[in-house]
């Protein structure tokens, strides 16, 4: 086998590799011979442990053949060579990377031609490559299974002709029985690692799908990945097509998160990967002309680009200090899972901005609400000869609904209630509107039917797309006990005289829908203790988890029951009753609720 050339240090002394050989056992006849190879047989076929398997075949060797240096060497299809994967008295330093191609040294010659090779005196044998220079006998012998090469067992000696035929034959004995068990665990090891990989993907596809956030997701990403592949710093990059640069987002380092350098579009392998649109992989980053010093202990790297949608995102890039660490497994790896992760990534960031939208509305909203609390009224004024209690309840933030009082200079009190369509912002900024008008136009008419007739005027004149509003005014005399009622859309208000409801007619189209319109007018007159219940649709549209909409004979029967109570307890009783009915369904429009009571 390849070992290193004369001169090499290495851990053996003389001392060491000239002991005396063990005591080993001899056979007496052939049936002897046979119940050896039957036990070697059931041995290596009791476990699907590869190293306990190889270190069983290393003593069971023992037993009958001397040896000071032992080794077995796996053949390898994809580095098309022998490697050393379990080794008695070789320097671990040289095994760890060897790879002997089949053309070279004693145990290659044995790979290739399938065949023992014995070596009295190596350093007469042109085929041997020097090794300690206390060698001086090798025996190699193939393992074949199932007509494929299985590797190589490789017996050292420092003994001249330290090895017989009848050594050779028994050696190639027990690795006649040996290779299909070292086949067998290779297979067995072959697909628990992969059901790991496959339950690791299962963890990142889980970790992908988990989280929006994007510095959580990349710390996810970062430690799951780790359990398949090795690294030693994780990077991920993202474009700033603005700045033209790849913008470091996540670095790990040994297992600390850490700050990374953004770089250039165009350098390193990571820009290579953007370039081509495919994985670099860089197996000696000291001889590459591409590699961005990022990490000074870096030796191998590799750059994956992450694309989304055919559109590239970034890259991710895996840095070890091992030589040539990373594998065409590992580019396959991550080739397969850069695309969960890039759209992983594309949808954290479509989050952020979407929060960052939220934000800012929830703080315009905020505003909003602000100004429409500064335009409508905490608390009614207080109206001679009438108790008077308000409660508004939106469906959003802010609401659509609109009320509010104007004293006329006559002395007589315009009372304004309605109701913009749609919900939120765009709602409540029309009820602004019309709640400006309204203070503009109010002490100008002298009736509700002549001021509504203005106030749609100025509304068609400021039309905005389908918004209307309808609109409840009512004028109150205080002297004569009397309201005077125009109606443009709004449910008419329900009064309920000494526990009987008293009937009422009155209708309008609502405003800023059509120039030029007329509006009715009537007039009710009240007595003491008399309720006038204005309210809004979303009263009455209301639903139950059942579906059942709240309706009007329920208001109704409510003030048959309350109406001798002031107006405050009377809106406190309905709403305690309307929560009953409601028993929690979602509140889809906004409600609102007047009562006046007559002194």
Request: hydrophobic letters at 40%; charged letters at 25%.
């Amino acid at each position: 086998m390849r070992m290193p050339r004369p001169g090499v240090e290495t851990p053996y002394n003389e001392k060491s590799v000239s002991s005396p050989p063990p005591s080993t056992t001899r056979f007496r006849d052939r049936a002897e011979v046979l119940d050896f190879l039957l036990e070697v047989s059931e041995v290596a076929s009791s476990t699907l442990d590869l190293d306990e398997l190889l270190r069983t075949i290393a003593t069971i060797v023992r037993r009958v053949v001397p040896y000071e240096l032992f080794s077995i060497l796996l053949y390898s299809e994809k580095k098309r060579g022998l490697r050393v994967r379990f080794a008695i008295g070789h320097p671990h330093r040289i095994t760890q990377e060897l790879v002997i191609p089949l053309d070279q040294g004693l145990t290659g010659w044995a790979a290739s031609t399938r065949q023992p090779v014995m070596v009295g005196d190596v350093r007469a044998d042109p085929r041997y490559l020097p090794t300690l220079d206390a060698v001086r006998s090798e025996l190699a012998v193939p393992m074949v299974a199932r007509g494929r090469l299985v590797g190589v067992i490789d017996l050292q000696s420092t003994r001249l002709n330290a090895f017989t035929q009848e050594d050779a034959d028994l050696v190639r004995l027990i690795a006649s029985r040996v290779a299909v068990a070292i086949d067998n665990a290779r297979l067995y090891r072959k697909i628990l690692r992969h059901n790991q990989t496959l339950r690791i993907l299962t963890d990142l596809a889980h970790t992908i799908s988990s989280t929006l956030d994007l510095d959580d997701l990349l710390n996810r990403v970062a430690h799951t990945l780790r359990r398949l592949i090795q690294y030693d710093a994780f990077t991920l990059y993202l474009i700033d097509e603005a700045n033209r640069l790849l913008r470091s987002c996540y670095t790990l380092r040994f297992d600390n998160q850490t700050s990374s350098d953004h770089i250039p579009l165009d350098y390193g392998a990571c820009g290579a990967a953007l370039a081509s649109r495919r994985p670099v992989r860089v197996e000696d980053v000291r001889s590459d002309p591409r590699y961005a010093s990022s990490f000074p202990a870096c030796r191998s790297e590799i750059a994956v680009p992450l694309i989304a949608s055919d559109r590239v995102l970034g890259v991710l890039n895996l840095q070890s200090q091992r030589l040539a660490y990373f594998s065409e497994n590992h580019e396959q790896l991550l080739w397969l899972t850069a695309p969960l992760l890039a759209n992983a990534v594309e949808n954290a960031r479509l989050y952020e901005e979407v929060t960052s939208r939220q934000r800012r509305l929830e703080e315009n909203l905020k505003a909003a609400r602000d100004l429409q609390s500064a335009l409508l009224l905490r608390e009614p004024p207080p109206l001679p000869g009438l108790q008077v209690s308000v409660r508004a309840r939106p469906a959003q933030e802010i609401s659509g609904d609109l009320y509010d009082f104007f004293e006329h200079p006559s002395g007589n009190v315009m009372i304004a209630f309605g109701d913009v369509s749609g919900k939120g912002a765009a709602a409540a900024l029309y009820g602004a509107l019309v709640s400006g008008l309204l203070r503009i136009l109010a002490p100008r008419q002298d009736s509700p039917a002549q001021l509504m007739r203005s106030l749609n005027t100025a509304l068609a004149e400021r039309k905005v797309g389908t918004t209307y509003v309808t609109l409840l005014i009512m004028c109150w005399y205080p002297e004569r006990r009397m309201f005077t009622l125009a109606n443009a859309g709004v449910f008419p208000p329900i009064v309920c005289r000494k526990g009987q409801i008293v009937k009422h007619r009155v209708e309008g189209i609502p405003l800023g829908l059509l120039d030029d319109r007329h509006y009715d007018q009537i007039t009710l007159a009240v007595e003491p203790g008399d309720v006038i219940f204005l309210y809004s649709d979303g009263i009455l549209e209301q639903r139950d988890p059942q579906g059942q909409e709240y309706g009007r004979a329920k208001i109704y029967r409510l003030l048959e029951r309350v109406w001798d109570l002031s107006a405050d307890q009377i809106v406190e009783a309905f709403f305690e009753e309307f929560d009953r009915f409601r028993q929690g369904a979602e509140i889809v429009d906004d409600q609102t609720v007047i009562v006046f009571k007559v002194q």
